[in-house]
């Protein structure tokens, strides 16, 4: 793999920069893995597999359940993408007429960050509201693909979004989980499940201390790109669209010490001299698309997504060759900015995401699989676990405003001890196009946690659980479903 150090550009040993002209070059030859012992680290009811927003609701909720519970990660922190990726925005929490959608563990994230000022959101009275003042808000934070959409009237109206601060996030998450009782483990790779026959009984984890054993009842998926799922080949599919949303790498940076206040002078006083700002940033090969940063006591840092189309998303060929082009660009784009932007001249790059943001990876194959027809849908299914906020299809979403979620969709056809529970649950790419955000997965992890709990309560499979049970464990939690 060589670098142009002057643009960044990659080129991967076939020489062409673009990505899907990469190729991936690993299976060409295979070794037999000699059988060996390996220590049992710990014996446990459910083991949640990935820290991130499935993983952190699912945890919680088998712990809360009674369920003794271990959460293991392969990172030295929680949240996943909503920490580590800098993908820091929870969207569509309510549908554009204002009625919130999302509640439960998600709320309750919410609401703890907010008491530490790790939150933020627009005041209940502007979800699904007109108020001019606060759309501009959004406007001017180039915020609108997260926060505003146009109503049957064709007036902008606010949407229920929130931003959390990654940082505090973090910390609450390992309070969350740990207050619930369940144990967590950091600095974890787990590899594959444990099987006899059908049944999972366990995870294989790499660790400092070597490959490892943990033994469980239940197994919950919650890796995002459903790491464990390749052992069972007829319940997995990771089919994307080149071009989709889910076929995408996200490189996020945040720029700090951005005197923004002249930056909206500039923009505002001078827009013929903005544009010929804009034209020199461009035609150097950077981009002057950028957030000023939501959070509170952030005036000054600006927000940078970067989407790199992928369709190979677990590959770290792939990985390693779009993290360091992206970052080769991200450094680059900043010294333009600095150089020609107004109000950038003392900005630094204050943190690069430490994870690389995969939207698309591999989905299971379900006992349901939600499709486009479940979009268009208004009806609930008898074992619906969340309603989602529809807010992304223009005008198909104001006539379904919302979308319903059956606990099925968490559930292998055939394996058993095991439920997915983050953006690899059971949908085709149309559905998870719009639906793998981070709340929905919240909503996911909630409903698995829960559900692992009672299916071990009653000595049944989680195929067999009592929904009704479910239903009352949920709402006990503040989850939103519909009327019975
Ligand atoms: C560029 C981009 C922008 C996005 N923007 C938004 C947005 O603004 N708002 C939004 O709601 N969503 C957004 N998303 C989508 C969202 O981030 C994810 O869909 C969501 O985080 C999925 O949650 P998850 O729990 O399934 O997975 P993740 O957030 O990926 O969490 C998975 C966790 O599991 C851990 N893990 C993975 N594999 C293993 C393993 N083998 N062993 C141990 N641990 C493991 C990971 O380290 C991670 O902590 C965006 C995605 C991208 C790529």
């Known amino acids: 793999m060589a670098i142009n150090a002057s643009t960044g550009e990659v080129f991967s040993g076939y020489g062409r920069p673009s990505q899907f002209e990469h190729k991936v070059t690993y299976g060409v030859k295979s070794i037999p893995e000699a059988a060996r012992e390996v220590n049992v680290l710990r014996e446990v009811d459910v083991c949640v597999v990935g820290g991130g927003p499935g993983g952190i609701a699912a945890a919680v909720s088998a712990a809360r359940g009674g369920a003794k519970t271990l959460l293991i990660e392969r990172y030295g922190h929680l949240g996943g993408m909503s920490t580590g990726g800098l993908v820091n925005i929870i969207p569509n929490l309510g549908d554009t007429y204002g009625r919130q959608a999302i509640g439960g563990f998600c709320q309750e994230l919410i609401d703890r960050l907010a008491a ?14 007109t108020d001019k003042d606060e759309v501009q808000k959004y406007v001017d934070a180039n915020m609108m693909h997260f926060y505003i959409r146009r109503n049957r009237d064709g007036e902008r109206v606010t949407l229920y979004t929130a931003v959390i601060d990654p940082e505090i996030a973090k910390d609450e998450m390992n309070t969350m989980v740990l207050e619930s009782g369940a144990e967590l483990l950091l600095h974890c790779w787990v590899t594959e499940p444990i099987m006899e026959g ?3 009984k366990g995870v294989m984890v790499e660790t400092k201390a070597g490959r490892q054993a943990v033994l469980a ?68 090969g950077g981009s002057p698309h950028f957030s000023p940063g939501l959070l509170k006591n952030q005036h000054g840092v600006v927000w940078v997504h970067r989407l790199i189309g992928s369709l190979h998303q677990t590959e770290p060929e792939e990985m390693t060759y779009i993290d360091v082009s992206a970052r080769k660009r991200a450094v680059r784009n900043w010294e333009l900015l600095k150089q020609y932007m107004p109000g950038f001249e003392k900005s630094f790059i204050m943190l690069s995401n430490p994870q690389l943001g995969t939207s698309g990876g591999r989905r299971l194959v379900g006992e349901y699989w939600l499709t486009e027809a479940d979009m268009d849908s208004d009806t609930p299914f008898p074992d619906t676990i969340a309603i989602f906020a529809d807010n992304d299809r223009g005008v198909k979403s104001l006539d379904h405003p919302r979308t319903y979620v059956p606990y099925r969709a968490l559930v292998p056809k055939g394996t058993e001890g095991f439920l997915v ?8 790419h149309d559905f998870s196009e719009y639906f793998n955000l981070i709340p929905h997965c919240m909503c996911f992890g909630q409903a698995a946690g829960h559900a692992a709990a009672i299916a071990l309560q009653d000595g049944v499979s989680v195929r067999d659980i009592d929904f009704s049970k479910l239903r009352a464990q949920l709402l006990k939690y503040g989850a939103i479903l519909p009327e019975a």
Request: proline letters at 5%; one cysteine or more.
């Open 217 to 284: 009842k239940i197994v919950i998926d919650c890796t995002g790109d459903g790491d464990l799922l390749p052992k069972v080949p007829e319940e997995t599919v990771d089919y994307m669209p080149e071009g989709s949303r889910i076929a995408q790498f996200g490189w996020i940076y945040w720029i700090a010490n951005v005197d923004i206040d002249a930056y909206f002078a500039f923009k505002r006083e001078k827009p013929e001299e903005m544009k010929a700002v804009i034209k020199t940033i461009m035609e150097a």
């Open 116 to 129: 530490r000022n790790g939150a933020t959101y627009p005041e209940k009275k502007y979800w699904g509201s």
């Open 421 to 428: 529970a983050c953006r690899a649950f059971s949908a085709d």
């Open 198 to 200: 059908n049944q999972v």
